[in-house]
């Protein structure tokens, strides 16, 4: 399993340095990803708050008359 781990983990290295390459050598899609991933209070995704469920309601109607009366 500790090996396991340890490819994991210099796979994410190796994949993580390529990436900061591209990003610092001008590859623009690499720079958009990689400050929407690091820095997402400024770059990343504007997501609309969750709506919010609204409690249910009883509509009471009084002096209301029925059609036909």
Do not use: H
Request: aromatic share 6%.
């Amino acid at each position: 399993m500790d090996a396991i781990k340890k490819g994991r983990a210099e796979g994410l290295n190796k994949v993580s340095n390529a990436l900061f390459e591209k990003a610092t050598q001008g590859n623009i899609t690499a720079m958009i990803y990689y400050l929407k991933v690091r820095d997402r209070e400024n770059w990343g995704e504007n997501q609309p708050d969750p709506l919010r469920e609204i409690p249910p309601m009883q509509i009471v109607l009084t002096g209301v008359s029925t059609c036909g009366s």
